[in-house]
C-alpha cells in the first residue's frame, strides 16, 4: 500500500488529470444509461402475473395501454378525428373505440349490456384504449404518451399505466437536481460546523464529485437502472462514504505534527486504508444483501450502491489526498469556530447505570417490535404520486364516470368451447366487485353476426390460440378488496382452465404484496449473517457480532415501528430495503466505538472507565458521520413530491439518527455489562500477561 500511497502523493498532478478524464467517459456512460420507471417490471418472471403479461405483449399486444376519457357531447366525426390522430402517433399499435367493433351509426341502446357499460359512462363520457408497440416503460412508449397528451382536446383525460410512467420520468427529471442540491447543501452545513478548516467541506464535496459520476456512468454495463435508484444513489453514496473522507483529513493532520506534509500524507493513506476497507466492507455487504431478493428491483438498489461504496473508498486513498496536497495552505488557513460534543455527563451516566440502559432499551425494542409488524404499507405507484398529475387525473376520471379504477386481463385457451367461454364470463361477472366482463363470446352473443365483428375486433380477443377476457373492477389495485377478488377469480379461472392466467395491475400487485414479504425475511437475514461475520474475522470474536448486530438491529425496530405510532403509511421497499441500508451504513459507528473500547481494555482500564474513555473520543467522529448522512437524506423529505421517496428518505435519515444515539449510549453499556463474556469468547482479547489483573478488576466491578 506504501507504493500505492506514495506514488498518488509524488505524481498527484497525473492522478487528477486521469480523474478528470474518466470523468468524460463516466458522462458517456450516464447519458447512455436507461432509466426504467416501470416497479412492476421487477416482479420475477416465472409469477403468472407476469407470463400472462407477456401474453399480452407478444398475442394481443395489450401490455401496454392507456385510455382516453372524453367527457361532454363531442360530434362523432371530431372524436373520430382526434382516433385517427392518435393512431397516426409513432408507437401506438391502435386506437380502440366503438367505432371498431359497429357501425357508428348503431344506436347505442341495441348493444351488449356490458358494451354500452364498458364505453359510455357519467358525464356523457366514453372511452378509447390506445394500444402501444412496445412495453409500458419504453422510451418509444413514453414518447408517444407525450405526443398524445398534445393531440387531446379539452374535456379528455388521459389515465393507466403508461400515462402515470411517463408523469413519473417527468417529474423525476424534475426533481433530481434538487435533490443532489439539498444533498450537498445539507452535508456542508453539518461539515461546517464540526470541521475547523473552512475550506475542507468543499473540498470533499469536490472528491465526492468523483465517485458519483463513476458509479452512475458505470451503471451502462447494467443497461438501466430504476428511477428509484438514480433518485437516491448519489444522496446514499454522499451520506455513506462522507466518513472514508473525515478518516483521511483526521489521520494526516495528526501525522502532520512530526512528518513533512507528502511523508504524512503517505502515512495517512496506509493507516487509514485498513479501517476504512474493513469498514466498506459491512456496508457493501449490507447493499449487496438486496441481491437476494425476488424482487430485482432490490439487485439494482443493490449492485449500484455497493459500488458506489468501493468506488469511494478507491477515490478516497487516491483522487481525495491529491486534493489535499494542492490545497493543503488554504487548509491550514482558514479556520473557524466549531461545535465540540462534550459527553463526561454521558459517560458518566452510561458508566453508572449499564442494566437500566440495556432494560430500557429491551422494553422500547421489543414495543417497537410489534408495532413494526402494524405498520401500514401501500405497493401502488399511484398512491406515491401528486394526485394532480395528467395521468393520476385520467385515471381517476375512469373511476368517477366508468366505475372502473382497474382493469383485470384473463387468457384462456382457444380450444374451449363458447359455452364453457360464456359460462366463465358469467361466473367471473358474479364476483364481489366486478362490474363487467367483455369477451368476444358476448359480442357474438348480444345479437350480433359473427360475419358482422370486424377482423380488428376478432384480433382484439383471439390470437396465437389464446382468447382474452378484458374485465373491470371497481377496486383498486393494492387493496384488500382487490387482493380477495384476485384469489376468487384465480380459483374460477382455474376450473375452467388449469393453463388459464389472470394478469394486470390487480394481479400484479397482489404478487408485489407475495414476493415483498418473501423479500423483507431474505434480505435482513442475509444481510444480518454478512455483517455478523465481517465482524467475527475483525475481532476474531463470537460475543462481540452479537452485540453490535443486536445494537443496530434495536435501532432498525424502532425506526420502522415509528410510522405506527404517527399513523403513517410507508412504501413497501422502504420496509424491505432500509434494514440493510440502516445496518450496513451505521454498524461502523459500532466497529469503531467497540475498537476503541478494545483498545483502553489493552492499556489497562477497567470496563467501565474504558468503556467511558471510548464514548468520549468516539463521539465526536460518530456524530458528524451520523449527522453527515442525516443531512444528506433528509432534504429529499421536504422537496421531493413523490411520496415514495419522501418516505424512504424520511426513514434512512432518521435511521442515522436512532443508530447514532443507541451506539453512544446502548453499545458500551452492553461492552461494560458482558465484559466477561467478551473476554472469554474473543480470541487474544487481552494481553496474557494482564488476564490475572483484568479478572481482579472485573470481579472489583
Not at 495528526?254 to 476497507?277: G, P, R
Given at each position: 500500500m506504501e507504493r500505492v500511497a506514495r506514488f498518488v502523493v509524488k505524481r498527484r498532478g497525473f492522478v487528477l488529470a486521469v480523474a478528470c478524464m474518466l470523468l468524460v467517459l463516466s458522462a458517456f456512460g450516464?447519458?447512455?444509461?436507461?432509466?426504467?420507471?416501470?416497479?412492476?417490471?421487477?416482479?420475477?418472471?416465472?409469477l403468472e402475473s407476469m407470463e400472462g403479461e407477456r401474453y399480452l405483449d407478444k398475442d394481443f399486444g395489450l401490455a401496454s395501454t392507456a385510455m382516453v376519457t372524453v367527457e361532454g357531447d363531442m360530434p362523432t366525426a371530431e372524436l373520430l378525428k382526434m382516433k385517427q390522430d392518435i393512431e397516426a402517433v409513432d408507437g401506438v399499435t391502435s386506437c380502440f373505440w366503438l367505432s371498431d367493433v359497429v357501425d357508428v351509426t348503431v344506436p347505442k341502446e341495441i348493444l351488449p349490456d356490458d358494451v354500452t357499460n364498458m364505453m359510455y359512462g357519467k358525464n356523457d363520457s366514453t372511452m378509447m384504449m390506445v394500444r402501444f408497440e412496445e412495453s409500458s416503460a419504453s422510451d418509444k412508449t413514453i414518447r408517444a404518451i407525450v405526443q398524445i397528451k398534445g393531440i387531446m382536446k379539452k374535456d379528455c383525460f388521459l389515465g393507466g399505466m403508461s400515462t402515470i410512467l411517463e408523469d413519473t420520468k417527468e417529474l423525476v427529471n424534475q426533481e433530481l437536481p434538487k435533490y443532489v442540491l439539498c444533498a450537498v447543501v445539507f452535508s456542508l452545513i453539518v461539515l461546517f460546523l464540526f470541521l475547523e478548516n473552512t475550506a475542507?467541506?468543499?473540498?470533499?464535496?469536490?472528491?465526492?464529485?468523483?465517485?458519483?459520476v463513476y458509479n452512475f456512468g458505470s451503471n451502462v454495463f447494467m443497461g438501466e437502472i430504476s428511477y428509484i435508484t438514480q433518485a437516491l444513489a448519489a444522496v446514499l453514496q454522499l451520506g455513506v462514504t462522507m466518513d472514508f473522507s473525515i478518516f483521511?483529513?483526521?489521520?494526516?493532520?495528526?501525522?502532520?505534527?512530526?512528518?513533512?506534509?507528502?511523508?504524512?500524507?503517505?502515512?495517512?493513506?496506509?493507516?487509514?486504508?485498513?479501517?476504512?476497507?474493513?469498514s466498506s466492507l459491512t456496508t457493501i455487504a449490507g447493499f449487496l444483501a438486496m441481491c437476494t431478493m425476488s424482487l430485482t428491483l432490490g439487485a439494482d438498489i443493490g449492485i449500484v450502491m455497493a459500488k458506489g461504496v468501493a468506488l469511494g473508498v478507491i477515490s478516497t486513498l487516491t483522487i481525495l489526498p491529491a486534493l489535499i496536497m494542492y490545497f493543503d495552505k488554504i487548509i491550514e488557513k482558514r479556520r473557524h469556530p466549531v461545535i465540540t460534543p462534550h459527553m463526561h455527563k454521558v459517560a458518566a451516566v452510561v458508566t453508572k447505570h449499564p442494566k437500566r440502559i440495556i432494560m430500557i432499551f429491551v422494553v422500547?425494542?421489543?414495543?417497537?417490535?410489534?408495532?413494526?409488524?402494524?405498520?401500514?404499507?401501500?405497493?401502488?405507484?399511484?398512491?406515491?404520486?401528486?394526485?394532480?398529475?395528467?395521468?393520476i387525473a385520467g385515471t381517476n376520471k375512469l373511476d368517477e364516470d366508468f366505475g372502473m379504477?382497474?382493469?383485470?386481463?384473463?387468457?384462456?385457451?382457444?380450444?374451449?368451447?363458447?359455452?364453457?367461454?360464456?359460462?366463465?364470463a358469467d361466473e367471473l361477472d358474479n364476483v364481489e366487485g366486478i362490474k363487467s366482463t367483455l369477451c368476444y363470446e358476448k359480442f357474438v352473443g348480444g345479437g350480433i353476426p359473427e360475419s358482422a365483428v370486424p377482423d380488428s375486433a376478432a384480433e382484439l380477443f383471439r390470437s396465437n390460440g389464446h382468447e382474452l377476457m378484458m374485465i373491470t373492477t371497481e377496486y383498486k389495485p393494492g387493496t384488500d378488496e382487490m387482493n380477495t377478488q384476485v384469489q376468487r377469480m384465480n380459483k374460477i379461472i382455474k376450473r375452467y382452465d388449469a393453463d388459464g392466467i389472470l394478469t394486470g395491475e390487480g394481479a400484479m400487485t397482489k404478487d408485489l404484496i407475495t414476493t415483498s414479504a418473501h423479500d423483507f425475511n431474505s434480505t435482513s437475514v442475509f444481510s444480518i449473517?454478512?455483517?455478523?461475520?465481517?465482524?467475527?474475522?475483525?475481532?476474531?470474536?463470537?460475543s462481540i457480532p452479537f452485540l453490535l448486530v443486536l445494537s443496530i438491529e434495536g435501532a432498525i425496530m424502532v425506526n420502522l415501528g415509528i410510522p405506527y405510532f404517527t399513523g403513517s403509511v410507508i412504501p413497501f421497499i422502504a420496509s424491505i430495503v432500509l434494514g440493510t441500508i440502516q445496518l450496513g451504513a451505521t454498524v461502523d459507528y459500532a466497529i469503531l466505538m467497540t475498537t476503541r473500547f478494545h483498545e483502553e481494555r489493552l492499556n489497562g482500564l477497567s470496563p467501565h472507565d474504558a468503556a467511558a474513555t471510548a464514548i468520549e473520543t468516539c463521539a465526536p467522529s460518530i456524530i458528524t458521520s451520523g449527522l453527515s448522512f442525516f443531512a444528506a437524506t433528509i432534504g429529499l423529505y421536504f422537496v421531493s413530491r413523490i411520496d415514495l421517496i419522501r418516505g424512504l428518505c424520511l426513514l434512512i435519515s432518521r435511521g442515522a439518527i436512532i443508530s447514532m444515539l443507541v451506539i453512544l449510549f446502548v453499545l458500551p453499556a452492553m461492552l461494560i455489562l458482558f465484559a466477561p463474556i467478551i473476554r472469554k469468547t474473543t480470541y487474544h482479547w487481552l494481553d496474557d500477561s494482564k488476564e490475572s489483573v483484568d479478572i481482579e478488576v472485573q470481579e472489583k466491578s
Open positions: 450516464y447519458i447512455n444509461t436507461r432509466v426504467n420507471y416501470d416497479i412492476l417490471s421487477y416482479l420475477p418472471s416465472e475542507v467541506p468543499f473540498i470533499f464535496m469536490l472528491g465526492i464529485i468523483f465517485p458519483v483521511l483529513l483526521h489521520r494526516y493532520q495528526e501525522e502532520k505534527v512530526n512528518k513533512s506534509n507528502e511523508d504524512a500524507m503517505v502515512s495517512a493513506i496506509c493507516l487509514t486504508s485498513t479501517s476504512i476497507l474493513s422500547i425494542a421489543l414495543v417497537f417490535f410489534r408495532a413494526q409488524s402494524l405498520t401500514s404499507v401501500y405497493y401502488t405507484l399511484t398512491d406515491s404520486l401528486p394526485q394532480d398529475l395528467t395521468g379504477p382497474s382493469f383485470h386481463f384473463v387468457i384462456i385457451n382457444d380450444n374451449m368451447s363458447s359455452a364453457q367461454k360464456k359460462s366463465l449473517l454478512a455483517v455478523f461475520l465481517i465482524i467475527v474475522i475483525t475481532f476474531k470474536s463470537i
